[in-house]
């Protein structure tokens, strides 16, 4: 089996965590033309018998206590691939998509942390409240900065890391900085 460059179709087996897949699809939403349209979307689960994607868009619903997004989603089926006409954009770079970094600010400590749910990216708060809960298995939390004064006994005032990559150094006397930091520091934590 050989590799599929960008734009070529691209096997069921082929297909990796994190590509991004062209596929056919029918509009079939409110006054859609019921013709075969042509969306984009990144790979977040691939199972025996299905693919997941994250297609972007979407709205915001409030179901069941819950806030979800709809229509953000499509899953593409083993049994079904041939006719969906599906083309590889691009290989995946990442080893996870980082889109799905979210930031949950607690006023004097930040959390970077990512989940391969876009549902679950949608709501960081929720997500930081059950990181430890065993249906959040999945996600990871890649690093943490908070705060630090004078008047706590510090040599100084500003945003220290709290875990990740060299815990303790010092990120930025403002927030606005530490957060620029704070963020080069997730990126370089996908490019290991």
Known sequence: ????????????????KGDRLTFLTRDNGFDGSGDDIERTGIV???????IDLH???????FRNGKDRIEGAGARLLRSEWYGRCV??????????EADFVVYVDFGTIVWAMWTPDPVKAAAPQSLADTIHHPANSDAE????????????????SGWVMGSGSNPGD???????????????????HFRK
């Open 1 to 16: 089996m050989t590799t599929p460059t960008p734009g070529e179709l691209i096997q069921f087996d082929q297909v990796l």
């Open 44 to 50: 977040t689960l691939k199972t025996d018998k299905a």
């Open 55 to 61: 297609v972007g868009g979407g709205i915001h619903v």
């Open 87 to 96: 083309r590889l954009a691009e290989r995946g770079r990442l080893p996870y």
């Open 141 to 156: 939390l890649i690093a943490t900065m908070q705060r630090q004064t004078r008047a706590q006994g510090y040599s100084n």
């Open 170 to 188: 010092y990120v930025g006397a403002s927030k606005r900085e530490a957060m620029a930091t704070l963020r080069a520091i997730v990126a370089e």
